[in-house]
C-alpha cells in the first residue's frame, strides 16, 4: 500500500492477489513530513530497518513493516501474532540534569544531526563522557563551569554556546515523574554551527538519559533507561496463584484479615506466625518467600522497606531482626531499579567532592563536582557511624579507614570539607591540610576496599612516594603488623585472640556474621554426624544378621526372624528431620534457608541431638573423618547454639570460621597492656602503654596476582608470616587447578611476599602455627612426606617423650623454622625471626606479637645508633622473649 500522506490518498503498492494477505507483514513505503517521520522514529522498534533517509529535511523515506492480523479462511500452518502497540505506554524520554563541565567544546552537531534529534539525552559517566541527541553519543573532555546561570564556556573560542543559557536556567526546568525536565529542548540547546570543524563526531549507541556508572554494575541509570522498552524485554516477578480465602495465611491456608501476619515484599504472600519462618527461611534479602529470593520486589511495597510487623519482632531476636531489616534494605537486589533511580533520592551525591553512592552505603564513584543534581547531601547519606564527617556527611569505616592510611589526623569527630581534588581541611580552619588520595598507598587501600579515587589522578613515583615515608617517619606513633598466611594458616583465629587479649570488642557485625557461621557449620556437623549414624546402623544390622545366621546355623526348618533395630536406630520423627537436613543441606539452596531454619528447628536439634543412636554416634566420632576437630567444640553445646537467642562466647569466636563475611582484611588497633613479664625486663624494653599498635590481617587472595596489592602496606613495621606447621601432607589446589603440598604452595607465597619490592628491608617474623596440631600429627605422618623436608633426620623418635629434651615435634618446627630461615636469607640476607605458636592458646600468641613489637624497638634502635655498629645479631641474642631459639 502506498500512504500519501498530503492527499491521504491511499492504494496498493504491489498487488499479489490474495495470497499477499497471508504474509504476516506487508511493506509498506511511507512518505511522511517531518513531524510525522518523528513520531513514527518513536513508535519504530530499534530492529525495524531505515531503507533511506534522503538528505532533504522535509521528506524523508522510510520502509516500515506494518504487521496486519489475518481473517482469511482456515489455512495449515501456524499464522503469527500480532500484538498491538499501546501508543500511550511507550517512553517519552524528559530532559534532566545536565554535565557542568565542558572542555574544547566542538560538538561538531549539523543541523542536520540535531534536527535528528528525538530523544533527549544527557548523559554522564566516570570518564566525565557526555552523551547526547537521540542515543548516539559524542566525547567532548568536560572542564569549565556551567553556573546557575547556565553560562557555558568554550575554551577553543571562548564563545558561549547560543541557547545553552536557556536549556540551563533552572528557571526552564521542572520536576516530573521521570526527573527534572527542561523546557528547553536538548537539541535547541545546542543547534549551532561549529565554526567550520566537519570532524564527524564518534557515534556509540547508547540508551539512558543520565548515567552514572555503578563500579559494581558497571552503569546505573540515574533517571529513565529506554532500552528495555525498546527492545521488548519484560521484567518477571513470581506470582503465587493459592486457593485462600481473603487475608488467610499462604502456607496453611488458615485465618482470616485479622489474622496478625507478615508480608512477602515481593508476591504479596501473607504468613501466619506459625509458617512465616518455614516460609521465608533466613530472610537473606528481607521479607520474601524462599522462592521469591532474587527478585525485584514491587515498587508499590518500596514503603515497607525495613518496616517489619510485630509478629515478625516476636518470632526474632533483636539482632536478627536489625540483620533481617539491614539486609532487606540494603541487599543489591532490592535497591531500585536504575530507570527509576532519582539522585538524592536512593542514591547521595557530594557535590563538593564528587563522590557519589547508593543511600545507606559508602561512596562508589568521585564524578564531576557541582552537578545541579539533588539538594544537600545528608550527615547519615551514607550510614556511616565514625563521628568523622565530609562535607557533611558522616563517613563509614571504610572511608575512615583509608583517611588513616592516608595520614588524615581523625581524633576528635573532626568534619573535614574535600573538595573534588581531594585536597582537604578541617572545619573553621582555612588553610589546606593536604591532598587525600595523592599516595599510592591510599590508592591501593581505596582499591582493596572498593573505594573511589578521583578519575585520571596520577601515580605519584615510588621516589616521592618513599621521600614522604621519611618525612612523614618522625611523627608516626602507629606501629604497624601485617599479619599473613596461606589459607587456613590460622591468621584469622590469631587476629581473633588478639583482639580477646588487647580487649578489643567484636563489632555487631563481626559477632553477627560468626554466630551465622557458627549456626550453619553446626548443621553441616550434624549432618555429618547423620551420615555416620546410617553407616554404623548398616555395620551393626549386618554383623547382627551375620551372628544370627551362625547361631541358628545348627536348628534346621526355623523361620529366622531378626529385630533389625540396633542403638543406631532412630525413631520416625527423628528419621524424618535427619532426611529433611541432609536434604536441605545438599541441596543448592541451603545457604537461603540458613540460619534461620537452624533457630526455628531449634527443638528438634535439642530431640535429636538427646537420641540414643546420635549419642552412640558421637561416641564413635573418631571413626569420621569428615568431621573437623573443632566440631567436638560446638557439638558438645549444640542445644544452646541452635537457640535463637544464641550469643557467641570469644571463645566461640575465636573458634569459629572467619571474622567478616568477605574475609578479605580486617584491621584492629591496640596497646599492649603492661604486663608482669615488663617489670623483668630492661626498662628499655619496658612497654610504654600509650604506644599504639595496629594489626592488619589480610587473607593472600586479596592481594591479588603476584601479591601487587602489597603496595598499599608499605608503611608496614614487621610482616607477621604465618605457617600452618601441619601443612606439610596436606594438599590444596592451586590457581592454575593443580594440586599442590600446602607447605610447599606456603613457601611460594612466602617467597614472593619477601621479595616483593615494597618489603625490601622489612622486618620478617615468621609464625609457626598450630603446633599441638604437629604434635599429633608428626607420630602419624613423617615430615619427610613433604619433598622439602626429605633431609630431616632427627636423634629421637616420634615417640620418645622424655621431657628433658626437646620433642620431636619440636625439634621438626625447629627443622622447619631453620629452612625458611634459610631461604629468607638466600632471598634477601637478612634474618629471619621466628616463634612458635598455639592460635587457640593466648600466651602463645600475645609472646609472639609482644616479639614483633620488640624486633621494630630494635631496628628503630639499631638505626638510631648506627654509628655505634651494634650488629642485629648481638641484638637479638639478648633477647629475652620468645623466639624459636629460647623455646629450644
Ligand atoms: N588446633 C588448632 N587449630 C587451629 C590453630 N590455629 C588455627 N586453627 C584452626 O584452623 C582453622 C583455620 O584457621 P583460620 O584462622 O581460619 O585460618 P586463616 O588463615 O584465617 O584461613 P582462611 O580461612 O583461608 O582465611 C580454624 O578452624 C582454626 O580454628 C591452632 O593453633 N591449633
Ligand atoms: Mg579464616
Known amino acids: 500500500m502506498r500512504i500519501d500522506p498530503t492527499s491521504g490518498v491511499w492504494g496498493p503498492l504491489s498487488c499479489e492477489g490474495e495470497e499477499a494477505c497471508d504474509r504476516n507483514a506487508q511493506k509498506f513505503l511511507l512518505e511522511l513530513d517531518r513531524t510525522e517521520a518523528k513520531m513514527l522514529r518513536k513508535l519504530r522498534p530499534a530492529a525495524a530497518p531505515v531503507i533511506a533517509e534522503n538528505d532533504d529535511e ?42 557542568s563541565l565542558l572542555n574544547n567544546l566542538s560538538l561538531p552537531i549539523s543541523n542536520r544531526q540535531s534536527s535528528q534529534i528525538a530523544r533527549q539525552v ?30 557555558l564556556e568554550v575554551p577553543d573560542n571562548d564563545k558561549e554556546v547560543e541557547g545553552f543559557q536557556d536549556y540551563m536556567n533552572p528557571t526552564n526546568w521542572e520536576s516530573t515523574e521521570s526527573g527534572l525536565t527542561s523546557q528547553v529542548p536538548w537539541y535547541e540547546a545546542f543547534s549551532y554551527s561549529s565554526d567550520g570543524n566537519d570532524e564527524t563526531p564518534h557515534h556509540v549507541k547508547r540508551s539512558s538519559i543520565v548515567t552514572l556508572c555503578d563500579p559494581e554494575s558497571s552503569e546505573v541509570v540515574i533517571v529513565e533507561e529506554i532500552d528495555d522498552f525498546e527492545e521488548g524485554s519484560v521484567i518477571m516477578w513470581p506470582k503465587i496463584e493459592r486457593n485462600v480465602k481473603k487475608g488467610g ?28 519462618l518455614r516460609a521465608m527461611g533466613s530472610m537473606p534479602e528481607g521479607r520474601k518467600c524462599v522462592t521469591c529470593i532474587g527478585f525485584r520486589i514491587r515498587e508499590a511495597r518500596r514503603g515497607m522497606l525495613g518496616k517489619c510487623s510485630r509478629l515478625l519482632k516476636r518470632l526474632l531476636t533483636d539482632l536478627e531482626l536489625k540483620r533481617v531489616m539491614n539486609a532487606e534494605m540494603l541487599c543489591e537486589v532490592n535497591q531500585v531499579p536504575p530507570e527509576l533511580v532519582f539522585v538524592n533520592g536512593y542514591y547521595w551525591y557530594d557535590k563538593l567532592s564528587g563522590l557519589w553512592g547508593k543511600e545507606g552505603q559508602k561512596p562508589s564513584q568521585i564524578i564531576t563536582c557541582q552537578l545541579a543534581v539533588g539538594g544537600h547531601v545528608k550527615r547519615n547519606a551514607s550510614n556511616g557511624n565514625t563521628n568523622v564527617l565530609i562535607n557533611n556527611r558522616e563517613i563509614t569505616k571504610e572511608e575512615l579507614w583509608m583517611l588513616k592510611v592516608a595520614g588524615v589526623p581523625c581524633e576528635g569527630k573532626p568534619h573535614f570539607w574535600v573538595s573534588e581534588d581531594g585536597t582537604y581541611q578541617e ?12 599516595r599510592t598507598r591510599t590508592k591501593l587501600v581505596c582499591a582493596v576496599l572498593s573505594l573511589p579515587v578521583p578519575p585520571g589522578s596520577g601515580n605519584p613515583s615510588r621516589k616521592e612516594v618513599n621521600g614522604e615515608i621519611q618525612d612523614n617517619l618522625a611523627q608516626k606513633s602507629i606501629h604497624r603488623f601485617l599479619l599473613v598466611g596461606y589459607d587456613k594458616s590460622g591468621t584469622s583465629t590469631i587476629y581473633k585472640q588478639a583482639k580477646i587479649l588487647y580487649g578489643i570488642p567484636f563489632s ?77 543441606l545438599q541441596s543448592d ?49 549444640a542445644v544452646e547454639i541452635s537457640r535463637t537467642d544464641y550469643e557467641p562466647s570469644d571463645m566461640d569466636i575465636l573458634y569459629a570460621d572467619g571474622i567478616t563475611s568477605s574475609n578479605s582484611l580486617t584491621c584492629m588497633e591496640f596497646s599492649f597492656p ?123 623418635s616420634p615417640n620418645c617423650h622424655n621431657s628433658t629434651y626437646p620433642s620431636y615435634a619440636q625439634r621438626a618446627s625447629h627443622y622447619i623454622g631453620m629452612k625458611f630461615k634459610e631461604l629468607f636469607r638466600s632471598l634477601t640476607d637478612n634474618k629471619l625471626f621466628v616463634s612458635l605458636v598455639i592460635g587457640l592458646e593466648n600466651d602463645t600468641v600475645d609472646e609472639a606479637l609482644r616479639y614483633a613489637r620488640e624486633i621494630i624497638m630494635w631496628d628503630e634502635e639499631e638505626k638510631a645508633y648506627l654509628n655505634c655498629e651494634l650488629s642485629s645479631t648481638d641484638w637479638e641474642a639478648s633477647s629475652s622473649c620468645s623466639s624459636l631459639e629460647n623455646d629450644l
Open 674 to 796: 603492661k604486663s608482669t613479664q615488663d617489670d623483668s625486663l630492661d626498662p628499655f624494653y619496658q612497654h610504654d602503654s600509650s604506644l599504639r599498635y595496629q594489626l592488619i590481617r589480610v587473607h593472600p587472595r586479596s592481594l591479588g596476582e603476584h601479591c601487587k596489592w602489597l603496595d598499599m602496606f608499605e608503611d608496614t613495621d614487621i610482616v607477621l608470616f604465618c605457617v600452618a606447621l601441619t601443612d606439610y601432607d596436606e594438599y590444596s589446589v592451586d590457581r592454575n587447578g593443580v594440586l599442590t603440598n600446602k607447605m610447599l604452595a606456603s613457601k611460594e607465597l612466602f617467597e614472593s611476599i619477601v621479595t616483593h619490592p615494597t618489603f625490601e628491608n622489612k622486618n620478617f617474623l615468621l609464625i609457626l602455627n598450630k603446633f599441638d596440631l604437629l604434635v599429633e600429627k608428626i607420630e602419624q605422618v613423617p615430615l619427610t612426606h613433604c619433598e622439602w623436608f626429605r633431609d630431616f633426620k632427627p636423634v629421637v
Open 427 to 438: 572545619e573553621g580552619q582555612r588553610t589546606v591540610k593536604g591532598k587525600i588520595w595523592d
Open 58 to 99: 522535509e521528506n524523508i523515506i522510510i520502509e516500515y513493516p506494518i504487521a496486519m492480523e489475518y481473517h482469511g479462511p482456515l489455512v495449515t500452518y501456524a499464522i503469527p501474532q500480532v500484538f498491538p502497540v499501546n501508543t500511550s505506554q511507550i517512553p517519552i524520554p524528559a530532559l534532566v540534569s545536565s554535565a
Open 589 to 637: 539452596n541451603s545457604e537461603a534457608i540458613f540460619p534461620a531454619a537452624t533457630c526455628e528447628y531449634a527443638p528438634f536439634i535439642e530431640e535429636m541431638w538427646k537420641d540414643a543412636a546420635i549419642q552412640a554416634t558421637y561416641n564413635r566420632r573418631n571413626e569420621l573423618q569428615m568431621l573437623p576437630r573443632v566440631a567436638t567444640y560446638f557439638l558438645d553445646r
Open 508 to 584: 555487631e557485625d563481626e559477632c553477627q556474621t560468626i554466630k551465622f557461621s557458627i549456626q550453619r557449620k553446626l548443621l553441616g556437623y550434624l549432618a555429618i554426624l547423620l551420615e555416620g549414624r546410617e553407616q554404623f546402623e548398616e555395620e551393626s544390622l549386618l554383623e547382627k544378621r551375620k551372628s544370627c545366621v551362625i547361631d541358628r546355623s545348627g536348628l534346621s526348618g526355623d523361620t529366622i526372624q531378626i529385630d533389625d533395630t540396633t542403638i543406631y536406630s532412630i525413631g520416625a520423627r527423628v528419621r524424618a528431620f535427619s532426611d529433611w537436613l541432609l536434604q536441605v
Open 249 to 276: 495465611c499462604y502456607r496453611c491456608l488458615k485465618g482470616n484479615r485479622f489474622m496478625e501476619k507478615e508480608v512477602c515484599i515481593v508476591c504479596g504472600a501473607n504468613y501466619c506466625y506459625d509458617c512465616v
Open 122 to 151: 544527557i548523559r554522564i559517566d566516570s570518564s566525565d563522557t557526555l552523551a547526547c541527541d537521540n542515543g548516539y553519543e559524542s566525547k567532548p573532555k568536560l572542564s569549565h563551569v556551567i553556573g546557575s546561570s547556565g553560562t
